[in-house]
């Protein structure tokens, strides 16, 4: 029988729904039952490790996170791990530990977008199907895996698309990679290129901006006023930006401080096309770093932890092709 670490974050998968239809944290955890009726499938293991609204989560939480299921692992020996997580922030979660875990043993993160006394409920399926996920020999070595709706999705390219529907994770351009049924998990495609990075710490501040038509150059200086160690910016369609910005980046760039490309479509990537002023290809020519399809907030996750470990701009480049 698979022994499997459940590690509860809060999240409106923990909530209720009081008379007034405010949606809460509630004092017991709601899902101990779900687990509970699981006995005969695995030897189930809680970790209350803590119970916050996804908003509230930070990167420091995250680490803390993730050293808490190393110990725990590496200590006990499971076979599984599955995080139960707000919705708001559980791709970025579920992201950051995938940029550090290089387990072969499969790491879950689910959720729900309705609360535990609501109609519809839908995270007692959630967690039900992550723990199929999590005991299941497919998942072992497919990295960190957000499973939802009967659906399993690659931390990498999942991401929130709508504000209150259970379908709410999708992954643009590649979609899942596996479903659950009622008697099987199946995988139909994995991920070409995994990645893991070893860090002890966060210490970076990286600033997340998304530009608009006729974005002032005074947001950037009151920034660069401050200590900022990176910047993501999610530029216009192919990776162009404002010209009244280019400056100040310019301006950051000869400082040291790396700024990373990132498109703010939902979907494609960012390339250096057009060479007008503030074009990606004049901003390529400038050091600006080019992603491959991540999108604004994994980057700046994926900084955090990159910075950390160099401060080369061709490194840095060399790891955002990835």
């Given at each position: ?6 590690v ?42 803590m ?26 020996h ?20 995938d ?26 399926h ?10 299941c ?8 895996l ?11 390219n ?17 979609g899942?990679?596996?479903?659950i ?14 990645e893991s ?6 210490t ?7 530009v ?15 200590k ?9 369609g ?21 700024i ?7 979907s ?18 400038l ?19 990159a910075?950390?470990l160099?401060n ?11």
């Amino acid at each position: 029988m698979n022994k499997i670490l459940i590690v509860h974050t809060g999240g409106t998968i923990a909530m209720q729904e009081d008379a007034q239809g405010s949606v809460k944290p509630f004092e017991i955890n709601p899902l101990y039952s779900t687990v509970d009726s699981l006995a005969s499938e695995a030897l189930l293991v809680n970790d209350e490790f803590m119970n916050i609204p996804s908003p509230h989560m930070t990167p420091s939480i995250m680490l803390d996170l993730a050293n808490r299921i190393k110990t725990r692992v590496l200590q006990e020996h499971f076979n599984g791990v599955v995080i139960t997580h707000g919705t708001d922030t559980l791709e970025e979660t579920a992201y950051f530990l995938d940029l550090l875990f290089d387990w072969e043993i499969p790491i879950v993160v689910t959720g729900a977008m309705r609360s535990s006394n609501e109609l519809g409920s839908d995270g007692p399926h959630n967690l039900i199907s992550a723990i199929k996920v999590a005991s299941c020999e497919a998942a072992r070595s497919q990295g960190v895996l957000v499973v939802f709706n009967d659906e399993i999705h690659s931390a990498k390219n999942v991401t929130k698309t709508h504000s209150s529907n259970i379908a709410t994770f999708q992954s643009p351009q590649y979609g899942p990679i596996g479903i659950i049924t009622k008697q099987n998990v199946n995988f139909h495609h994995t991920l070409a290129n995994r990645e893991s990075f070893k860090i002890n710490q966060l210490t970076k501040k990286v600033v997340l901006l998304k530009v608009y038509a006729g974005m002032e150059p005074e947001i950037l200086d009151a920034l660069l006023a401050r200590k900022v160690d990176g910047f993501v910016i999610e530029a216009f369609g192919q990776g162009n930006v404002p010209p009244l910005i280019v400056a100040k980046l310019e301006e950051a760039l000869s400082r040291q401080i790396p700024i990373v490309l990132v498109s703010r479509c939902f979907s494609g990537i960012v390339q250096d096309v057009y060479g007008y002023e503030g074009g990606g290809r004049r901003l390529k020519e400038l050091g600006v770093i080019f992603t491959n399809g991540l999108n604004g907030q994994k980057a700046r996750l994926k900084l955090l932890v990159a910075l950390e470990l160099t401060n080369d701009p061709n490194e840095l480049q060399e790891l955002f092709l990835k």
